[in-house]
Each structure stands twice: as structure tokens, then as C-alpha cells.
């Protein structure tokens, strides 16, 4: 006759910030982020001036980080 396996214990995170999420992996980090916005800026600075207008754009300015860094929402 087969054994059968007994449930153990469910294991207990101490925080949300400790599990690891599989579709972590495929998100942006800050910096990607950041990068695609700057970009987004800079097409439609490309754009407008196509039909005439001035839209200036700060090479120095950058997007506000996440300080969680925390693009999945765990918490």
C-alpha cells in the first residue's frame, strides 16, 4: 500500500517585499523606465515641430523614480 503524504506547514512570509513574483522579471526597471519616457518626450517634440510648434525639451530632465522600486505592487 501507498504512503500518503501529510500536508506540512504553509510557509509565512515576513513581508510582501520578500516574495519573488514570476512576472517580476518581465517589467521595467526604474532606469528602463525612465529611458522610455524621455524617449516618449523627445517623439513628440519630433512630432510638434512637424507642424509648426516649439516644444522644448531638458535633456537633464528625468521622470521621478519609484523610491519602492516596486513595479509589481506587492504591498
Same mark, same amino acid.
Given at each position: 500500500m501507498a504512503t500518503k503524504a501529510s500536508p506540512t506547514a504553509t510557509p /509565512? &512570509? +515576513?513581508? +510582501?517585499?520578500s516574495v519573488?513574483? &514570476? $512576472?517580476? !522579471?518581465? *517589467?521595467?526597471?526604474? !532606469?528602463?523606465?525612465s529611458e522610455i519616457l524621455y524617449a516618449s /518626450?523627445? *517623439? $513628440?517634440r519630433q512630432c510638434m515641430t512637424r507642424f509648426g510648434?516649439?516644444? +522644448? $525639451?531638458d535633456p537633464a530632465w528625468k521622470p521621478p523614480v519609484d523610491p519602492k522600486g516596486d513595479a509589481a505592487n506587492k504591498d
Open positions: /509565512t &512570509p +515576513a513581508s +510582501a517585499a519573488s513574483l &514570476p $512576472v517580476e !522579471d518581465c *517589467l521595467l526597471k526604474n !532606469d528602463e523606465h /518626450t523627445l *517623439l $513628440v510648434f516649439d516644444y +522644448a $525639451v
